[in-house]
C-alpha cells in the first residue's frame, strides 16, 4: 500500500539557517505530494504541493520538487525564521479509487524548532 | 476562500454526556473528512462523506455518529465517550469527483477533552 516516510524530529536550527526536511514515498500510480504545517494549538494548513513529477511547489519561501526517480518530496527553506517553528507533515493523494474522493496518507511529521 | 469552519474551539464533555462537533466549508467541495489526531501524532481518517454521503467509517466506535445535512455542513454527534477520545478533531475537505489532486483543506480543529 502507499507510504509516506519522514525524518526524525525535533530538527532544530537558528534563525536564517538553511531547512531540509526530508520525505521519500512509496505508492503506485501517479499520487499527488503535499507538505502541510501545523502551528501549535492549530489545524494543519496546505504549505505547499505537487501533482506530477518533475513539479516545485512553493510557498512563503518553502520548496519542494517532485521526485519521481528517487520517491523524494523534500521540503526546503533557505532561511528559517523563530516563526517557522511547527510540526511539518508530508502526505501523498493516491489515484481516486473510490468515488468522490481521495485518501491522504501522511508521514509521523517532523517537529521543527527555530532559536533566535 | 479556502477556508474550512470548526465549532466549537474547545469542549470539555463528561462520559455520559452528548455533544456535537460542527463544520462548515463554502468553496463548494463535494466531499467531507473527519480526523481524530493525538498529541504528536499524525490526523488519523475516521469518516468521508462524498456527495452528501458515507463513503468510508474507518472502524469507528458507534459513539461518533457522522452526519452531513448538506453539502456544506458536516457534524460529528458524540455520545458516552471515554477518556481516551480526548483528541483534536479535524474536519476537512476537497473538491471531490473523479479527477482533481485531491487537496484536502482542513479546519482550525476542536479540542475535546473527555472527563
Known amino acids: 500500500g502507499n507510504s509516506v516516510t519522514q525524518m526524525e524530529g525535533p530538527v532544530t536550527l537558528s534563525e536564517e539557517a538553511f531547512l531540509t526536511i526530508n520525505c521519500t514515498y512509496t505508492?503506485?500510480?501517479?499520487?499527488?505530494l503535499f507538505w502541510y504545517v501545523q502551528y501549535p494549538g492549530e489545524g494543519l494548513q496546505l504549505l505547499l504541493k505537487?501533482?506530477?513529477?518533475?513539479d516545485k511547489g512553493s510557498n512563503k519561501g518553502f520548496e519542494a520538487t517532485y521526485r519521481k526517480e528517487t520517491t523524494s518530496f523534500h521540503l526546503e527553506k533557505g532561511s528559517v525564521q523563530v516563526s517557522d517553528s511547527a510540526v511539518y507533515f508530508c502526505?501523498?493523494?493516491?489515484?481516486?479509487?473510490?468515488?468522490?474522493?481521495?485518501?491522504?496518507?501522511f508521514g509521523t511529521g517532523t517537529r521543527l524548532l527555530v532559536s533566535p | 476562500d479556502t477556508e474550512v469552519t470548526q465549532t466549537p474551539k474547545h469542549l470539555v464533555m463528561g462520559m455520559t454526556n452528548k455533544k456535537s462537533l460542527k463544520c462548515e466549508q463554502h468553496?463548494?467541495?463535494?466531499?467531507m473528512y473527519w480526523y481524530k489526531q493525538k498529541a504528536k501524532k499524525p490526523p488519523e481518517l475516521m469518516f468521508v462523506?462524498?456527495?452528501?454521503?458515507?463513503?468510508i467509517n474507518e472502524s469507528v466506535p458507534s459513539r461518533f455518529s457522522p452526519e452531513c445535512p448538506n453539502s456544506s455542513l458536516l457534524n460529528l454527534h458524540l455520545h458516552a465517550l471515554q477518556p481516551e477520545d480526548s483528541a483534536l478533531y479535524l474536519c476537512?475537505?476537497?473538491?471531490?469527483?473523479?479527477?482533481?489532486?485531491?487537496?484536502?483543506?482542513f479546519g482550525p480543529g476542536t479540542r475535546l477533552l473527555v472527563l
Open positions: 476537512a475537505s476537497s473538491q471531490g469527483g473523479t479527477g482533481g489532486s485531491g487537496t484536502q483543506y
Open positions: 505508492a503506485t500510480g501517479y499520487p499527488s
Open positions: 505537487a501533482t506530477k513529477a518533475d
Open positions: 502526505a501523498l493523494s493516491g489515484e481516486n479509487r473510490e468515488t468522490g474522493f481521495q485518501k491522504l496518507v
Open positions: 468553496m463548494g467541495h463535494r466531499a
Open positions: 462523506y462524498s456527495y452528501e454521503k458515507l463513503s
